[in-house]
């Protein structure tokens, strides 16, 4: 089979665009880490009451099966990526579209995050909101100091 020069270049193309999607998605995200972590760490160091604290459990209990199923879909197209990244012949249009997965699958964890924060902040005082937030600013979205937070070990706060 002879590949025209130009059939060549559209493959070249589109695998550095692959590689550029891949290199954005490695950045808002890590495979297996969990975004909820920062989230958590804040919370441990925060100053709770009883009652807030049993109000937070509440809230991280109802967020559980939707990040259980996102951070399941999270492992499965990451085990496709990589499948895809070494399929002979390799499939840059496959592998986009994988990226392209990954990248939504990681918004909606980082969305899921956002919204429990939200929720979270409305039970806490003035002062505690101001730790939190300076908590929150001091690691980056994703980005794990102690061990990841999931479904299967979700605090007790």
Not at 86 to 113: C, H, K, M, W
Request: proline share 5%; aromatic share 4%.
């Amino acid at each position: 089979m002879k590949i025209s020069r130009n059939h060549l270049i559209a493959i070249s193309v589109l695998a550095l665009e692959c590689t550029f999607q891949r290199e954005q998605v490695e950045r808002t995200s890590s495979p297996g880490v969990d975004p909820l972590t920062s989230l958590y760490q804040a919370l441990v160091r925060l100053d709770l009451s009883d009652a807030q604290r049993k109000q937070i459990e509440v809230l991280w209990r109802s967020e559980e099966p939707r990040i259980g199923k996102l951070q399941r879909a999270q492992r499965i197209a990451e085990a496709s990526l990589r499948e895809a990244e070494v399929d002979q012949p390799f499939d840059p249009a496959r592998v986009s579209t994988l990226l392209n997965r990954q990248a939504e699958i990681s918004a909606y964890l980082r969305g899921t995050e956002s919204h429990l924060a939200a929720a979270i902040v409305e039970r806490l005082d003035p002062s505690q909101r101001s730790a939190f937030v300076r908590l929150r600013s001091r690691s980056a979205p994703g980005e794990t100091v102690g061990r990841a937070v999931g479904v299967a070990n979700a605090p007790s706060i």
